[in-house]
């Protein structure tokens, strides 16, 4: 099938410390792999990407590596601030159609 | 500066009633989609367009409509015989075709049902 899973949340954490989110996903093929992020009452907006295996995605600080051998793309970042809290929803890319994950909330506390 | 927009930021649905949003891009974009976000879910995809005059059913088609008439716009009209449609509606867009291109969103419109 062509799904993506990734970890519920809530994740609380403090200011400074490291994050990961993960993510795997199931697909044939070589699918392109996002990670989104969405503030409160926004839309989602683009984190970062990678488009084929072995890739890294950067973006503010976060990055994720496309790994296929083990289906993952899993989001990190070294030291999280308060205003990165918000939803990250992970996502495929299956030709003319995406697939995404059902959002993790972070929230960082001071 | 190019981008997406929907309006209104808040709609409010009448029983028996049938409301349009609406959905904009100025990125000379091929392909339109529409989301539903239900609180604390991810996004489920209702209708997608990958060229002007043609759409297709995405996951929870029904109980809504679309119309795709001119490359910029892909209104979605949510009928009344959408028995649950409070949530929040996405619409994205991207250069489509088969490479996978990266969506963009619009703000979303809040469905309020009175």
């Known amino acids: 099938g062509n799904s993506v899973t990734q970890m519920e949340g809530p994740v609380t954490l403090s200011e400074e410390a490291f994050l990961t989110i993960n993510c795997t996903y199931t697909a044939t093929g070589y699918p392109s792999l996002f990670w989104y992020v969405q503030y409160p009452g926004e839309g989602l907006q683009l984190l970062l990407k990678?488009?084929?295996?072995?890739d890294k995605g950067s973006n503010k600080g976060f990055e994720a590596t496309y790994r296929k051998e083990t289906t993952s793309f899993h989001l990190e970042k070294g030291s999280v601030q308060v205003s990165d809290s918000a939803v990250y929803f992970c996502?495929?890319?299956?030709?003319?159609?995406?697939?995404f994950g059902s959002g993790t909330k972070l929230n960082v506390k001071p | 500066d190019g981008g997406i927009t929907q309006s209104p930021k808040y709609l409010f649905r009448k029983e028996g009633q049938n409301v349009t949003l609406s959905c904009e891009q100025n990125?000379?974009?091929?392909?339109m989609y529409w989301y539903r976000q239900d609180p604390g879910q991810g996004l489920r995809l209702i209708y997608y367009s990958q060229i002007v005059n043609d759409f297709q059913k995405g996951d929870i088609a029904e109980g809504y409509s679309v119309s795709r008439e001119k490359k910029e716009s892909f209104p979605l009209t949510v009928t009344s015989a959408q028995k649950n449609p409070t949530a929040f509606y996405l619409c994205?867009?991207?250069?489509?075709?088969?490479?996978?291109?990266?969506?963009?969103f619009g703000p979303g419109t809040r469905l309020l049902v009175l």
């Open positions: 996502a495929r890319g299956n030709f003319n159609k995406f697939y």
């Open positions: 990678a488009t084929k295996a072995d």
């Open positions: 994205a867009s991207s250069s489509g075709g088969q490479r996978q291109e990266t969506q963009y």
């Open positions: 990125l000379n974009h091929d392909a």
